[in-house]
């Protein structure tokens, strides 16, 4: 596949495999919602044999070069959550993400860092401590503001609840940047997370 001539080039239909795979998630088959199966009291005795305590520390870090992501959990992974997927993103020094839309909404909380979202065409300001909302339908991208150090999000959303009621539709506007920042070359997400 090759890579377009213009990075900002409008995704079209199948935007999903256009171009080289940079996030994994975007092409591989993923479980949405598990089925239930089974009696009350093995589904009961299932679901509180389940862990509590979860480690993204045991969890490889995906994408880049200026933005990775890992999942910590979703219906795929983690038999105790069925309804919410949890994901945590590091920007590098003045990275971006890619801008796209999705009917699921989605709760940020801001570990570290400062920058900015762009949700339909509106700027909204975040900084370390702050908890941010993508409201459901929104067109939006994540901006890291300092030019020096990372910043690091904690997302939350209903995305597997969206998808089972089929409320599927998500759009690639924008592609991420395939360059970190001069000055940034080594730059990688961090190894504490």
Not at 74 to 89: D, F, M
Not at 90 to 98: R, S, T, V
Not at 100 to 117: C, E, I, P, T
Not at 163 to 175: A, D, E, R
């Amino acid at each position: 596949m090759s890579e377009p001539s213009n990075p900002n080039e409008q995704p079209g239909a199948g935007h999903n495999r256009e171009r080289p795979v940079v996030w994994e998630r975007w092409q591989k088959k993923r479980t949405f919602v598990r089925a239930l199966e089974g009696t009350y009291s093995e589904l009961t005795r299932d679901l509180l044999e389940q862990p509590r305590v979860l480690s993204f520390r045991d969890k490889p870090w995906k994408g880049g070069p200026q933005h990775y992501s890992k999942t910590g959990i979703t219906p795929g992974s983690t038999s105790v959550a069925q309804s919410i997927e949890t994901h945590i993103e590091a920007y590098g020094p003045g990275a971006f993400g890619q801008k796209h839309g999705h009917l699921n909404s989605a709760v940020f909380f801001v570990l570290k860092g400062r920058g900015h979202d762009v949700h339909d065409g509106r700027r909204i300001d975040w900084k370390a401590g702050d908890i941010m909302i993508v409201e459901t339908g929104c067109v939006h991208q994540h901006f890291n503001d300092d030019p020096e150090q990372e910043a690091v999000l904690l997302v939350f959303k209903a995305k597997p609840l969206f998808l089972f009621m089929h409320l599927l539709f998500q759009k690639m506007v924008q592609y991420p940047p395939t360059t970190l920042l001069e000055g940034h070359e080594d730059w990688q997400p961090p190894s504490d997370l």
